[in-house]
Antibody, heavy 115, light 113 residues
Framework: EVQLVESGGGLIQPGGSLRLSCAASGFMFINAYMTWVRQAPGKGLEWVGRIKSNPDGGTTDYAAPVKGRFTISRDDSTNTLYLQMNSLRTADAAVYYC??????WGQGTLVTVSS | DIVMTQSPDSLAVSLGERATINCKSSQSVLDSSSNKNYLGWYQQKPGQPPKLLIQWASTRESGVPDRFTGSGSGTDFTLTISSLQAEDVAVYYCLQYYSIPRTFGQGTKVEIK
């Protein structure tokens, strides 16, 4: 059974940093492209970025609103996906989901950005 | 970026009646070499992550009731719920995975009339 479990969310002040994690199991993580999607309270879904599998180069792509501030990385030895978020803004407040192939999704972790 | 526009933003349908949601992309999401449309449909209920219903515009995911049907090609797509059930109350999103950045439609809220 595919499982994706996000963690690391919480309350952070504007300008601060936070690192989210996504623990994956039940599939070949090493070969999977992994994606972060977010959803602001009461709003729609927004693609944040993705990381290719390391066998396919391990490169990353980001949405314009987060490019240069967010970094996606992965640890294939522990089947964990990360989202490093710097220079956080109030507009970044959302539930952050990790997903593989846009098919399997975690339950999400809530990030609140407020002073 | 490909802009995905859904219509309507919300609709109320009687139980057992048909619900139709449209999704239009600002450019084609059809890959001519594979003849596949890189378009998915998702259902999201309150407090839950999105659930993939349809991929490749018309391929129903395993376990998804056959009252859900995806159709369309190129830039115009439709999700049809043939006979609305109470458990279908949700927000529905389309997603294009043809190009980076991936983009979602704004969502369509389906309610019972």
């Amino acid at each position: 059974e595919v499982q994706l479990v996000e963690s690391g969310g919480g309350l952070i002040q504007p300008g601060g940093s936070l690192r989210l994690s996504c623990a994956a199991s039940g599939f070949m993580f090493i070969n999977a492209y992994m994606t972060w999607v977010r959803q602001a309270p009461g709003k729609g879904l927004e693609w944040v970025g993705r990381i290719k599998s390391n066998p396919d180069g391990g490169t990353t792509d980001y949405a314009a609103p987060v490019k240069g501030r967010f970094t996606i990385s992965r640890d294939d030895s522990t089947n964990t996906l990360y989202l490093q978020m710097n220079s956080l803004r109030t507009a970044d407040a959302a539930v952050y989901y990790c997903t593989t192939g846009h098919r399997f999704w975690g339950q999400g972790t809530l990030v609140t950005v407020s002073s | 970026d490909i802009v995905m526009t859904q219509s309507p933003d919300s609709l109320a349908v009687s139980l057992g009646e048909r619900a139709t949601i449209n999704c239009k992309s600002s450019q084609s999401v059809l890959d001519s070499s594979s003849n596949k449309n890189y378009l998915g449909w998702y259902q999201q209920k309150p407090g839950q992550p999105p659930k993939l219903l349809i991929q490749w515009a018309s391929t129903r995911e395993s376990g998804v009731p056959d009252r859900f049907t995806g159709s369309g090609s190129g830039t115009d797509f439709t999700l049809t719920i043939s006979s609305l059930q109470a458990e279908d109350v949700a927000v529905y999103y389309c997603l294009q995975y043809y190009s980076i950045p991936r983009t979602f439609g704004q969502g369509t809220k389906v309610e019972i009339k």
